[in-house]
C-alpha cells in the first residue's frame, strides 16, 4: 500500500511541472505562431509559372482526338 501513495505522489508532482512548465512557455508566446511552415504551405507563393500556350498548329495534329479531350474536360 506503501508503492502506491508513492506513485500517487510521483504521478502528481510531474503533472504539476508539466503546468508549470506550459505555463512559462505560454507566457513567452510559444504557442502564437500563425505563420508556421503547416500554414505557410497553404498559402499561394509569389512565384507565378507561365504557362505556353497551345498554338493551332498542334492542334490540327491531334485531330478527332482533341474534340474528345474538350469533351472530357
Known amino acids: 500500500m506503501d508503492i502506491l501513495y508513492l506513485m500517487i505522489l510521483c504521478s502528481v508532482s510531474l503533472a ?6 506550459f505555463i512559462v512557455y ?3 508566446g510559444q504557442f502564437e505562431d500563425d505563420e508556421s511552415p503547416a500554414v505557410r ?3 499561394d507563393s509569389d512565384e507565378i509559372k507561365e504557362e505556353n500556350p497551345v498554338s493551332s498548329n498542334e492542334n490540327d ?3 478527332d482526338n482533341n474534340k474528345f479531350e ?3 474536360e
Open 16 to 21: 504539476a511541472v508539466f503546468l508549470v512548465v
Open 26 to 28: 505560454a507566457r513567452k
Open 41 to 43: 504551405i497553404l498559402f
Open 61 to 63: 495534329k491531334k485531330g
Open 70 to 72: 474538350e469533351k472530357s
